[in-house]
Each structure stands twice: as structure tokens, then as C-alpha cells.
């Protein structure tokens, strides 16, 4: 079955960094689209990233652009978010997607906190 797990989630200072994996599993990896969302207390989910199953194409929101870089690794079936320059308002559980046909999959999540 599809499964979707994050890591890489923590406690960083405003301007720090992290790095978020997710590491992909019963599925063609290398033909979908892959995708990471967050979702901040009390608010919708956001798309954040994604990126074509080449990783030739990516996109990013706005608020996020110059900041992250989502990249994948095909060998490693893994995708990755780096996330640099962090702000408060990057505080959020952020999560992994694709999407097969009609259905939706997501990852369990994994919390970022942003705070000095």
C-alpha cells in the first residue's frame, strides 16, 4: 500500500534551517508528482511545494519562494523540503502528497516550530 512518511521536523530560531524528508513507499514513485502542504493552527491546509516526477519542474508559494527548495531523490524514493532563512510564520505540520489517479495520500506530518 502507499505510505508516506516525514522526518526531519524540529525546534529552529528565526533565520535557521531545516531539513524535511519523506520517504515514499508502495507506489511508481518516479511517475507522480510530489507535493509538501502545511498546515498552521486553526488555519486551511497550504500548499507549499511541488515537483514533477522528473524534478525538472518545481513550484512554490509565494511565501515561501528563494526560501525552500523541494528536491527528490529517485534511487532513494525520497522527497526532501530545505527549508532556509525560517520564520515564525513557517510554524506548521507540514505534510507530504501525491496524488494516483483520484485519490489522495498523505503522511502522518511532522511539526516545524519556528521560535526564538
Known amino acids: 500500500q502507499v505510505q508516506l512518511v516525514e522526518s526531519g521536523g524540529g525546534l529552529a530560531q528565526p533565520g535557521g534551517s531545516l531539513r524535511l524528508s519523506c520517504a515514499a513507499s508502495?507506489?511508481?514513485?518516479?511517475?507522480?508528482?510530489m507535493k509538501w502542504y502545511r498546515q498552521a493552527p486553526g488555519e486551511g491546509r497550504e500548499l507549499v511545494a511541488s515537483i514533477t516526477p522528473t524534478g525538472e519542474g518545481t513550484n512554490y508559494a509565494d511565501s515561501v519562494k528563494g526560501r525552500f527548495t523541494i528536491s527528490r531523490d529517485s534511487a532513494e524514493f525520497t522527497v526532501y523540503l530545505q527549508m532556509n532563512n525560517l520564520k515564525p510564520e513557517d510554524t506548521a505540520v507540514y505534510y507530504c502528497?501525491?496524488?494516483?489517479?483520484?485519490?489522495?495520500?498523505w503522511g502522518q506530518g511532522t511539526q516545524v516550530t519556528v521560535s526564538s
Open positions: 502528497n501525491t496524488r494516483i489517479w483520484t485519490t489522495e495520500y
Open positions: 508502495g507506489f511508481a514513485f518516479n511517475l507522480y508528482t
